[in-house]
């Protein structure tokens, strides 16, 4: 493949010190994705964790100026779902966890739209709503989040689409596992909520 | 919900729109289109801010010290070699 450049490139400190600030600066993203895909708060660190130091000392391999933040939630990413494939054991623990949060989550102060989004988010498939969070809250474009899922850009849309579609409707029903909350509440809450963050921003 | 690729924001496709318009021509209460999809935009966009503000909200958590501790031990791992 490396025909162009027979050479071997020494790293330099240099090089290590840059990657390194990279990589500090991305460590909140993949924290918060790293939250997306585990829900329980734990969990989703010790991910986060693993991907950061694999991405150190994967380092060698990174070429400088492409997309950091791209490549380093590709290793978390495939971190996450090589420890699932490890043993079924394990998956049922995240499961286990997901509950444990949502319940964690469930308390009077927060804020409801939020939980309830938490709740709807939970119910998606996991391919969807990781190509929603990436798409929609991570700030990736439809290139790059295919990139990091490895699928056609096409899938990521439909994806998203789909997945925008479901939790839509699964707010707007109150179709989620919630007590006492009538359907449509949720949405009204949302809409009221984001009316007042839009005109703050 | 059929599983088309090509409506990418979460409005309704085209061709389901065109369709209920043809199917509603002759009834007595019209839909009004346009009225619908700006009610489905905004519903979308307002999960949208949602969604960002529970991304961005573990984004401004403090970060733990084990993380940048992890940093440190790659440091003197590289020394070392």
Known sequence: MDV???????RSSTDDEGFKKGLVQLIPHLRAFART?????????DLAQDAVMKAWDARASFQMGTNMKAWTFMILRNQFYSEKRRSWRQSQLDQEAAERTLVAVDDPEAPVALDELRQGLAMLPAEQ????????????AYEEAAEICNCAVGTVKSRVSRARRALHAILDTGDYDRDGASAGDAMRTILADAERLSTVR | ?????TDTRGRPPRKRLAD???ENRHSAEPRKPSAAIDEARLRQQAIGVRLRQMFDEVVNEAVPDEFLEILRRGDSKAENN
């Open chain 2, 20 to 22: 209920s318009m043809i």
């Open chain 2, 1 to 5: 919900m059929n599983n088309d690729e």
């Open chain 1, 37 to 45: 895909l585990c829900g329980d708060p734990t969990q989703a660190d």
């Open chain 1, 4 to 10: 162009e450049t027979p050479k071997r490139p020494e």
């Open chain 1, 129 to 140: 709503r990781e190509a929603l969070i990436l798409v929609g809250a991570g700030g990736f």
